[in-house]
């Protein structure tokens, strides 16, 4: 990658914990296990093997503010780059990556690479070009695949699914960068705010005036289509594009299915690992009957989340030389003039810098607000460099995304496995920040280099393409030189 990044940032964010009210869920069935303490020296040497991950902590003793935010940081950072281990509770003998029961599998038959558990540990995928970055196509797996038993195409329709080839088994996907991500799910969250504040008024006045009303779903200056309420309560969301029809906005997976950084852990680590977290299948329940119980606490999730939160924003690098930098000023100009930039928006405002952890529309089975006695808040200012704000004091994030899903066309619509409902053609706007950092392209990595990726976009985003190849060849070129500067810079780990 051409040219250099360095980077100063603070490690001191600020720290709050707020009150939010009587926890409804009882926090010790959700949290019990050994304690993480600090480093002293003055733990007892463990002779012969041990877990990988060898201490854990509790949601309590975070509320009760026993841990800085660093500390939290290294012992997420801890639990994304442990090689899990039997010690651990990896594996899940007699379990799906979905939860629901299958016959015993044990060595060797406790890995499956496309139905999972399917890696050690989340670096094994997350690691280009640091940990927590993207991943080459020998990481990729296979989404939904965990839904089946064990998949090695057999014939036995109950182990493999019925019919299945490799491509209907399961969607290959590319692993893709979580640098930044605590920022794009902020986004994430004030959108639906947005989205909701919305329908709430086209509610209100539906039912005050006794006429339907219609109103148009625009937040960031992003459309997401309209909505129409009516005087008995109801709304039609036929006219709604580009998010559910319940208008949350789901940020992360490339289809835009999970809600939040938290979702997505508790998902990842039964899919991918086999370890099963106490608040998504309780506490002392040896579900996937592998002799381990409580394989990771409420408060290791919730500092696995904070880790990933706080990893930084990715940058943009200026190249080595003046005719480079020139070149990629004047393809920043062709980016916008041959429309990529309608959906890859280069800024997005955000009001807040603040992040709350549980977030608030997390699903069942993960960790919620009003199932705490108090939320934790980090202040993400120290993990975005040079950040600039508007008039209205906004701070404008560089994601050069909309968050929102949309039809690319034929030659990307390449699953067979619908996953939460949406259509395959359909895929979230990818966000270019980092991007560069992290080849292969696409959501399968077929494209090698950046062009090969443009020129298979079609659907709404069929002009743009052929704006790009219609361009002269210096042209592209110049528009390439210019995403080559969106990089992730990992140079501190």
């Known amino acids: 990658m051409k040219g250099n990044a360095a980077m100063m940032r603070a490690f001191m964010p600020g720290l709050l914990l707020f009150v939010a009210g009587a926890a409804v869920l009882s926090l010790s069935s959700f949290a019990r296990g050994p304690s993480f303490t600090p480093s002293t020296g003055s733990s007892p040497p463990v002779i012969g093997e ?48 979905t939860g629901q029961p299958r016959k015993r599998r044990m060595i060797p038959d406790n890995f499956n690479r496309i ?23 020998v990481a990729n797996v296979f989404v939904m695949g965990q839904r089946n038993p064990f998949v090695n195409f057999d014939g036995d329709p109950v182990e493999n699914g019925p019919n299945q080839t490799l491509k209907t088994v399961g969607n290959e996907r590319n692993t893709v960068s979580i640098f930044g991500a605590g920022f794009i799910e902020l986004l994430a969250r004030e959108m639906t705010i947005d ?20 109103v148009e779903l625009v937040t960031k200056g992003v459309h997401f289509g309209t909505l129409t309420s009516y005087p008995d309560g109801s ?27 938290r979702e997505f852990s508790n ?17 002392d329940n040896d579900l996937d009957a592998d002799g381990r119980v409580n394989e990771l606490t409420v408060g290791d999730i919730t500092a696995l989340t904070l880790f ?10 200026a190249p080595a030389t003046q005719v ?23 800024e997005m405002p955000l009001a807040s ?44 994030i560089p994601v050069f995304t909309d968050l929102k899903r949309h039809d690319m066309g034929e030659i990307l619509d390449t699953e067979v496995n619908v996953q939460g409902g949406i259509p395959t053609q359909f895929w979230l706007t990818r966000k270019l920040w980092g991007f560069a950092s992290e080849p292969p392209f696409l959501h399968h990595g077929r494209a090698t280099l950046i062009s090969e990726a443009i020129l298979a976009h079609g659907g709404e985003a069929l002009e743009p393409r052929n704006a790009f190849a219609s361009l002269k060849q210096a042209r592209q070129a110049e528009l390439l030189e210019f995403l080559l500067t969106l990089q992730i810079d990992g140079g501190e780990q």
């Open 50 to 97: 041990e877990p990988a991950l060898k201490q854990h902590i509790s949601q309590e003793e975070i509320e009760a503010g026993r841990f800085t935010l660093e500390e939290l940081i290294r012992h997420g950072r801890a639990v994304f780059t442990a090689s899990f281990n039997t010690l651990d509770g990896a594996g899940r003998p007699e379990m799906t990556g």
């Open 267 to 283: 998902n990842a680590m039964n899919h991918h690992h086999g370890m099963l977290s106490t608040e998504r299948f309780g506490e």
């Open 235 to 261: 709304v039609d969301t036929a006219r709604v594009e580009g998010v559910d029809a319940d208008l949350i906005i789901r940020p992360f997976h490339q289809k835009g299915a999970a809600v939040s950084l």
């Open 195 to 214: 989205l909701h504040a919305l329908r709430a008024a086209a509610l209100s006045q539906a039912i005050s005036t006794g006429r339907e009303a219609t």
């Open 115 to 137: 139905s999972a558990p399917d890696a050690n540990s989340c670096l094994g995928c997350h690691n280009l070009p640091a940990i927590g970055g993207g991943g080459d196509n």
């Open 353 to 396: 810098l603040e992040f709350v952890e549980p977030g608030p529309y997390n699903p069942p089975n993960n960790l919620r607000p009003e199932n705490v006695n108090a939320t934790y808040q980090v202040d993400l200012s120290p993990y975005i460099e040079n950040v600039k704000q508007d008039e209205e004091g906004n701070f404008l």
């Open 324 to 346: 480079e930098r020139e070149a990629a000023a004047r393809g920043r100009i062709i980016f916008d003039r041959i429309g990529c930039s309608e959906c890859h928006i280069p």
């Open 308 to 317: 990933q939160a706080t990893l930084p924003a990715p940058i943009q690098v």
